[in-house]
């Protein structure tokens, strides 16, 4: 199984794919909590140079609460990752975490069904990008 979805985005540039990935998870319910750049980071803190690699943080308000009411701990698999990154022929790749391999060690029936529903809306947001 694999732990994420993706796409190529085409015609687009890096700052654009921000943009519309934000629109896009705004349409589904999500707010981006957090937005961690990579390359500024590694270079900071390591002097590395990296390609351009962001890792959003996006939750879903209502779902998180639900979940969280149904597992405590759950919470350290929140936020949802979506990572959008530059390759050196500069295509944008988006991926998003897929929630139901995430939660596979989670021994909770209960969350299961919000697993589900979050992976839809995630696998939407991809298939939504252009």
């Known amino acids: 199984m694999s732990y994420y ?3 190529i985005l085409k015609n687009r540039n890096f700052d654009e794919a921000i943009g519309q990935v934000t629109v896009e998870l ?3 319910g999500f707010g981006v909590l957090t937005e961690i ?5 590694l270079k900071k803190k390591i002097d590395v140079d990296f390609k351009k690699y962001k890792i959003l943080g996006a939750c879903n308000p209502h779902f998180a609460h639900k979940v969280l009411t149904k ?3 759950i919470g350290v698999f929140l ?10 022929n500069d295509e944008i790749e988006v991926s998003a975490v897929d ?31 252009e």
């Open 26 to 28: 705004k349409k589904e």
């Open 71 to 73: 597992e405590d701990k």
């Open 99 to 129: 929630p139901i391999a995430s939660m596979l060690a989670v021994e909770n029936k209960g969350i299961e069904e919000f697993a589900k529903e979050i992976q839809q809306k995630l696998k939407r947001v991809i298939e939504s990008l």
């Open 5 to 7: 979805f993706s796409k």
């Open 79 to 88: 936020p949802c990752n979506v990572v959008v990154e530059e390759h050196e």
């Open 37 to 41: 750049d990579v390359k500024e980071t």
